[in-house]
């Protein structure tokens, strides 16, 4: 597979230091500066490839997903997120500027964003690279500055915005208008990456127009400019470049990542040397599966972090006997690697271990079979006690996503997962054409958009089941089918921001979250250091309420 390398360039000098008399002499055997070597056509290159590197602190890892999965209606804290970081979820008065994961983000977009401006500012003057490869690399940049902005503005509300590159120290900044960022900022930078860029990448995982015009897709719903949505991603549907995988649950086999629906994803590796921490979205959505007697932890069901557990909601979101989605996202049936007994009966490697449904099972039938049988009786799972009951054992027991799965993990403790992160799909694009046509009141072709996503989500037989009218159409239906196909994409949090309905489902379908969230809570509390360290703090100030 051919991956991006991301590449940090790091200009230093090495000299050979001797001492003569008293007197240090210095010799230096090499010289590079970023004036020299982003003047060059490969140190421009390794530049933007740079400008790539902080998205990889974001998609896949635990402050990522802290900020766009929990704390909404379809996911709250599973053990260990009520364990380690309950505040994200619960929106408590702890949850603080000083809070690690918002100055995570804060800091490594803010690098990505200094980066690209490096890129766009100095690609113009180097020499030796033809226009088109000029544009193709301002575009790239420019596309992925308007994606940074883009998620800071969601985040955090008025943000420190600059389009020139930081040399040196600066000590003041200002925060701007969440209008201005998007009219001076996201918005032309992603006009100039979909007239800049190329239909295919020379390499995969770059940036191309297809992608570009996803995001503008997603960011003119964002903003409310319904026309201009449904424009782009009709565009992206249109070009036939793109098609659905014909099963839902192929997009999420490890060996099927290279596939036609990926429209652009952060590009992770199996290469130790270059994939870090990799990503680690396998460890925080699934439960602690060796509590089971004839489980032992196993490089295929994965290092249970259990950090995020489906509310009621997303529990009763899908209607198993038509939708495929259900069991194409979530693991429920785990298979004996070990021998054990369970309820009187020895089980065998090979047995049935463990067994989720998602309807009520009488406790005699549970005691009779030889596994755990855990069912659902739509009490609030985090309020359950009875260890064979989905939220169970203390927010233990629940549906596992499989999304993120990686059974080509190195060890049974490795963390590195070296899965894509798929940041764009085509199916995206049908949902936000569907919800930009239906908000400009085009009720058929809403319905037209979504039922292809629905054609696809349905079970052998039940493709007649799966479509929708224009009657069964509202924006609840929507947000609803965004939920069946993009569970744990870190779509949701904006999704509810976006769609006005941030509290009331908060408040109906996040029981830990309704007592304490608030309309400040649309916005993250600003970065205490950020705030800290300018010397002009009376034009920083927090957001309000924190």
């Given amino acids: 597979m051919k991956k991006i390398l991301y590449i940090i360039s790091v200009f230093t000098i090495t000299g050979i230091f001797t001492s003569c008399n008293g007197l240090l002499e210095e010799n230096p055997l090499g010289l590079a500066t970023a004036e020299s070597y982003y003047a060059t056509p490969k140190g421009i290159e390794d530049g933007l490839k740079a400008t790539y590197s902080p998205l990889r602190n974001f998609y896949g890892k635990e402050a990522g997903f802290f900020l766009t999965v929990t704390g909404t209606d379809m996911y709250t804290n599973g053990f260990g997120g009520a364990t380690n970081n309950?505040?994200?979820?619960?929106?408590?008065?702890?949850?603080?500027?000083?809070?690690?994961?918002?100055?995570?983000?804060?800091?490594?977009?803010?690098?990505?964003?200094?980066?690209?401006?490096?890129?766009?500012?100095?690609?113009?003057?180097?020499?030796?690279?033809?226009?088109?490869?000029?544009?193709r690399i301002i575009g790239e940049a420019s596309f992925l500055r308007a994606l940074y902005y883009f998620h800071l503005v969601q985040q955090f509300g008025d943000v420190h915005f600059t389009l020139e590159e930081t040399q040196g120290v600066e000590t003041e900044a200002k925060r701007t208008p969440v209008a201005t960022v998007y009219e001076q900022g996201i918005l032309p930078d992603l006009e100039f990456a979909i007239a800049s860029l190329p239909a295919t990448a020379a390499a995969y995982g770059q940036?191309?127009?297809?992608?570009?015009?996803?995001?503008?897709?997603?960011?003119?719903?964002?903003?409310?400019?319904?026309?201009?949505?449904?424009?782009?991603?009709?565009?992206?549907?249109?070009?036939?470049?793109?098609?659905?995988?014909?099963?839902?649950?192929?997009?999420?086999?490890?060996?099927?990542?290279?596939?036609?629906?990926?429209?652009?994803?952060?590009?992770?590796?199996?290469?130790?040397?270059?994939?870090?921490?990799?990503?680690?979205?396998?460890?925080?959505?699934?439960?602690?599966y060796t509590l089971n007697p004839a489980l032992t932890r196993d490089v295929e069901y994965g290092r249970a972090y259990q950090r995020f557990m489906p509310t009621n909601y997303t529990l009763n979101l899908f209607d198993l006997t038509k939708d495929s989605r259900?069991?194409?996202?979530?693991?429920t049936t785990w298979i004996a690697n070990t021998p054990a007994v369970i309820n009187g009966a020895a089980v065998a490697p090979g047995d049935t271990a463990i067994k989720i449904v998602i309807h009520p099972v009488p406790d005699a039938e549970q005691k009779k079979v030889p596994y755990w049988l855990i069912d659902y009786n739509n009490k609030w799972v985090a309020s359950v006690t009875d260890p064979l009951e989905i939220g169970g054992s203390n927010r233990r027991q629940f549906p596992s996503l499989k999304k993120y799965l990686d059974p080509l993990r190195t060890s049974v403790n490795a963390v590195d997962g070296r899965r894509d992160f798929i940041v764009l799909r085509l199916a995206e694009l049908y949902l936000i054409a569907s919800e930009?046509?239906?908000?400009?009141?085009?009720?058929?072709q809403a319905?037209?958009?979504?039922?292809?996503?629905?054609?696809?989500?349905?079970?052998?037989?039940?493709?007649?089941?799966?479509?929708?009218?224009?009657?069964?159409?509202?924006?609840?239906?929507?947000?609803?089918?965004?939920?069946?196909?993009?569970?744990?994409?870190?779509?949701?949090?904006?999704?509810?921001?976006?769609?006005?309905?941030?509290?009331?489902?908060?408040?109906?379908?996040?029981?830990?979250?309704?007592?304490?969230?608030?309309?400040?809570?649309?916005?993250?509390?600003?970065?205490?250091?950020?705030?800290?360290?300018?010397?002009?703090?009376?034009?920083?100030?927090?957001?309000?309420?924190?």
Avoid: C
């Fill in 447 to 546: 319905a037209e958009y979504i039922n292809v996503v629905r054609t696809r989500a349905a079970l052998p037989g039940k493709s007649a089941e799966m479509q929708v009218t224009e009657a069964d159409l509202s924006l609840d239906f929507i947000m609803d089918e965004r939920g069946r196909e993009l569970a744990g994409e870190m779509h949701r949090w904006y999704d509810l921001k976006r769609s006005g309905a941030f509290l009331d489902r908060l408040r109906k379908y996040n029981l830990d979250a309704a007592v304490n969230v608030k309309e400040m809570h649309l916005v993250r509390p600003i970065p205490q250091a950020q705030i800290d360290r300018v010397t002009n703090p009376s034009d920083f100030l927090q957001n309000p309420g924190y």
């Fill in 326 to 331: 259900f069991d194409g996202s979530f693991q």
């Fill in 207 to 288: 940036v191309t127009k297809p992608a570009a015009q996803s995001l503008m897709a997603r960011v003119q719903l964002t903003i409310g400019n319904w026309s201009e949505a449904e424009k782009y991603a009709q565009a992206v549907i249109s070009s036939n470049v793109y098609s659905l995988v014909a099963n839902f649950g192929d997009l999420w086999e490890i060996d099927k990542e290279l596939n036609p629906e990926v429209i652009w994803s952060v590009q992770y590796t199996d290469d130790p040397l270059t994939n870090s921490t990799g990503n680690q979205g396998h460890l925080f959505f699934i439960f602690d």
């Fill in 86 to 135: 309950p505040d994200y979820n619960n929106y408590s008065q702890n949850f603080l500027g000083t809070s690690g994961y918002v100055k995570n983000i804060w800091d490594n977009f803010y690098v990505g964003i200094n980066q690209a401006n490096a890129v766009i500012g100095r690609a113009p003057q180097v020499e030796g690279i033809s226009e088109t490869e000029r544009k």
């Fill in 436 to 444: 930009a046509a239906f908000r400009q009141g085009k009720l058929a």
